[in-house]
């Protein structure tokens, strides 16, 4: 289980790793943003981003924590983020610690208010107890990825891509994610991105249009990543989809 204070110190210690599983042996070294700090563009993400007053004008490169503050379609999750790592050093003050965020828009929260609660546990109280706040923690690991600053728009087309979270390993929940890039879209577990990624300080966000839940089982996820088969996302509902939806329906 990750606590909110084990959180910002995988951020700021531990290593992750990262590997791509083409369709025959898997591969690493996914692609990172070039050193000049432009990513390529990302298949079929042309939403828009509404960049607020607290968004730094000029030149440089703004910090995560501006980019999280700036723009108007991640306030939900910046609020839930913030409960977090409320009493630790602020994660955009990292100078050395490589960053991947995954920020779900505002709109997902419509359909699942607080899903931290469906996914990992937590406390349905309005209140943040100990046990919803590590849930909340988990959450925001689930959405994170270090060491790097993936350029998904370079990720191997038509191939399963997977790339580790700083989600501890359970019984339950695997701390990978799957990236697909059709070229015609990009999807991490299904989820499309939303919009073009924004560059900040040695991180990365992709905006999503949902949140990435976990696998139900994670042996099933290691057989579909270790197979380096793709698996549409109209057949994965077929093998767990159900499950993801039986646990929201319960909530």
């Known amino acids: 289980m990750l606590s909110k204070f084990a959180l910002v110190a995988v951020l700021a210690v531990s290593a992750v790793m990262a590997a791509s599983v083409p369709q025959q042996t898997p591969a690493s070294n996914l692609p990172d943003v070039p050193k000049d700090g432009k990513p390529a563009s990302v298949p079929g993400a042309d939403g828009k981003l509404t960049r607020n007053s607290k968004y730094p004008t000029g030149n440089g490169t703004p910090s ?24 630790v050093p602020d994660v955009s003050s990292q100078e050395k610690t490589l960053v991947t965020l995954f920020v779900p828009i505002n709109s997902a929260f419509d359909v699942v208010r607080e899903p931290w609660q469906n996914y990992f546990g937590g406390d349905s109280k309005s209140n943040a107890t100990e046990d919803d706040t590590e849930a909340l923690a988990e959450f925001v690991g689930y959405h994170t990825a270090k ?19 700083i989600l501890e390993n359970d019984t339950d929940n695997d701390p990978r994610l799957l990236v697909y890039n059709t070229g015609a ?64 329906q319960k909530s």
């Open 64 to 87: 995560l924590k501006d980019v999280l503050l700036g723009v108007d379609e991640f306030s939900n999750y910046t609020t839930m983020f913030s409960r977090v790592i409320a009493d």
């Open 147 to 165: 060491d790097h600053i993936y350029d998904i728009g370079r990720f191997p087309q038509k191939t399963v891509n997977a790339i580790t979270t």
């Open 185 to 248: 879209d990009a999807t991490i577990n299904c989820v499309k991105i939303y919009a073009q990624p924004i560059v900040a300080t040695n991180a990365i966000v992709y905006p999503l249009e949902s949140f990435v839940v976990p696998w139900t089982d994670n042996k099933i996820a290691a057989k579909i990543i270790n197979a380096g088969k793709y698996i549409s996302c109209e057949d994965i509902p077929k093998q767990i989809g159900d499950a993801l939806k039986e646990k929201v």
